[in-house]
């Protein structure tokens, strides 16, 4: 079985601060760990997603993630907060191939500060 | 390339009435995916297709939610009669032949029940 757990549920960061969104993870297997953003009524899009190769991954508008398996973290961060980043973010796992269900955690809701 | 697509966008119905959601997947793509997500929730899967066949229906209320993917492209999602606990969010998302089942998801149709 699997879960993730995203601690904070509203993160505010004022306009050119760090980024910072927590993910936690269980997983009886190697896991498959994904970031997705939804902006207000639209569907999800993937940030990044960690398959086991490199550690650290490089996603779209300058996120990356980095995946700790002592820690069963794979924390979302980006160096300089913009604007246009507000929106939901879902950490999200899944067991890979022949079992690719995704289960999400509740999400993290960014708010920049101008 | 297209991207998922989905309609309605948006329905508004009265509680025992009935509803209908389709989704057309990423083209080539043969796994398709119904998810639920209610307001401040993560997605939850309601059910998989590989195909035209069902790979996990587990969390899909059977008494009141059908699904089906005739030939293996389009899918329609039914509920029968609905309630007011229905009103959601539905993503569709459809993933292909990378090892890591990536899923790609549509805008989703924001279903109200009154």
């Known amino acids: 079985a699997q879960s993730v757990t995203q601690l904070g549920s509203h993160v505010s960061v004022s306009e050119g601060a760090l980024v910072l969104l927590r993910c936690n993870y269980s997983?009886?297997?190697?896991?498959?760990l994904f970031w997705y953003v939804q902006y207000p009524n639209q569907g999800l899009q993937l940030l990044l997603k960690?398959?086991?190769?490199?550690?650290l991954v490089k996603g779209i508008n300058g996120f990356e993630a980095e995946f700790k398996k002592s820690e069963t973290s794979f924390h979302l961060t980006k160096p300089s907060a913009h604007m246009s980043d507000a929106a939901e973010y879902f950490c999200?796992?899944?067991?890979?191939?022949?079992?690719?269900?995704?289960?999400f955690g509740t999400g993290t809701r960014l708010t920049i500060i101008p | 390339e297209a991207g998922v697509a989905q309609s309605p966008r948006y329905k508004i119905i009265e509680k025992r009435q009935s509803v209908a959601f389709w989704c057309n997947p990423i083209?080539?793509?043969?796994?398709l995916y119904w998810y639920q997500q209610i307001l401040g929730q993560g997605p939850k899967l309601l059910i998989q297709?590989?195909?035209?066949?069902?790979?996990?229906d587990s969390q899909l209320p059977k008494d009141r939610f059908s699904a089906e993917r005739l030939k293996g492209v389009d899918s329609t999602l039914k509920i029968q009669p609905a309630k007011l606990e229905d009103s959601a969010v539905y993503l569709c998302?459809?993933?292909?032949?990378?090892?890591?089942?990536?899923?790609?998801f549509g805008p989703g149709t924001r279903l109200l029940v009154l």
């Open positions: 297709f590989q195909n035209n066949g069902v790979v996990d």
């Open positions: 997983s009886s297997v190697p896991p498959y």
């Open positions: 998302a459809s993933s292909g032949s990378d090892r890591v089942g990536t899923q790609y």
């Open positions: 960690y398959t086991s190769a490199a550690t």
């Open positions: 083209s080539g793509h043969a796994t």
């Open positions: 999200a796992v899944s067991a890979g191939f022949g079992n690719e269900k995704l289960t």
